[in-house]
């Protein structure tokens, strides 16, 4: 990977945990981005989940258009798990509400 390639994630990286701290979620930057064998990922939630952070230049129009008209869109690929794609600011009420009702999340 090149240096700009790594700047741009580290950026995208702090980016996302900034918003996140913002909204009152105490997540931490994973150090050296998922690097260490036994802590992938690149940003660590509370609960110790792990969140994976992408910036491409062209993102699939689809997981947008998905979101013009609901709240949630439920992707999947062949044989693939199955993905929930909604906007960050929902996902912050969710999270938030889960955590503080003492809902238990692995």
């Given at each position: 990977?090149?240096?700009?390639?790594?700047?741009?994630?580290?950026?995208?990286?702090?980016?996302?945990?900034?918003?996140?701290?913002?909204?009152g979620?105490?997540v931490?930057?994973?150090?050296?981005?998922?690097?260490?064998?036994?802590?992938?990922g690149?940003?660590?939630?509370?609960?110790?989940?792990?969140g994976?952070?992408?910036?491409?230049k062209?993102?699939?129009?689809?997981?947008?258009?998905?979101?013009?008209d609901?709240?949630?869109?439920?992707?999947r690929?062949?044989?693939?798990?199955?993905?929930?794609?909604m906007?960050?600011?929902?996902?912050i009420?969710?999270?938030?509400?889960?955590?503080?009702?003492?809902?238990?999340?692995?």
């Amino acid at each position: 990977m090149g240096k700009k390639s790594k700047v741009k994630g580290y950026r995208v990286e702090r980016e996302i945990v900034n918003l996140l701290q913002k909204s009152g979620i105490n997540v931490k930057r994973i150090p050296l981005s998922g690097g260490i064998w036994w802590l992938k990922g690149d940003i660590l939630f509370p609960n110790n989940r792990k969140g994976e952070v992408k910036i491409r230049k062209k993102i699939n129009r689809l997981l947008y258009d998905m979101l013009a008209d609901a709240s949630y869109g439920f992707i999947r690929g062949d044989n693939r798990r199955w993905l929930v794609v909604m906007e960050l600011p929902e996902f912050i009420e969710l999270y938030k509400k889960g955590v503080n009702n003492g809902i238990k999340t692995m």
